[in-house]
């Protein structure tokens, strides 16, 4: 089993920062991609961001510039740092691992919820 433990979130005012953390537990060999995602009420679930296994990074169009992913890999631990936050940023943010050991695992946190408001 592996499992998926979220912190960070919370209320925030327009142009403060959040760092949010997703550490993996569990039997693991291998960790591919390391993403966050978000949904915002009445939408659907986004990418923010991910990480690959090579460092490699990938970010939607509304957040670069202003969100860094970066992952530990010595502690399966990935990162989102947000900055400049607004209050389109304000939805339940969820990471995602996908594992490629001796299987291949998609691995879903429960989320944690990031609102921006004055």
């Known amino acids: 089993q592996v499992q998926l433990v979220e912190s960070g979130g919370g209320l925030v005012q327009p142009g403060g920062s959040l760092r949010l953390s997703c550490a993996a537990s569990?039997?693991?060999?291998?960790?591919?991609?390391m993403g966050w995602y978000r949904q915002a009420p009445g939408k659907e679930r986004e990418l923010v961001a991910t990480?690959?296994?090579?460092?490699?990074?990938n970010y939607a169009d509304s957040v670069k510039g202003r969100f860094t992913i970066s992952r530990d890999n010595a502690k399966n631990t990935v990162y989102l740092q947000m900055n400049s936050l607004e209050p389109d940023d304000t939805a339940v943010y969820y990471c995602?691992?996908?594992?490629?050991?001796?299987?291949?695992?998609?691995?879903w946190g429960q989320g944690t919820l990031v609102t921006v408001s004055s």
């Open positions: 995602k691992v996908v594992v490629t050991d001796y299987r291949y695992l998609e691995v």
């Open positions: 569990g039997s693991i060999f291998n960790i591919n991609t």
């Open positions: 990480i690959g296994s090579g460092a490699r990074t």
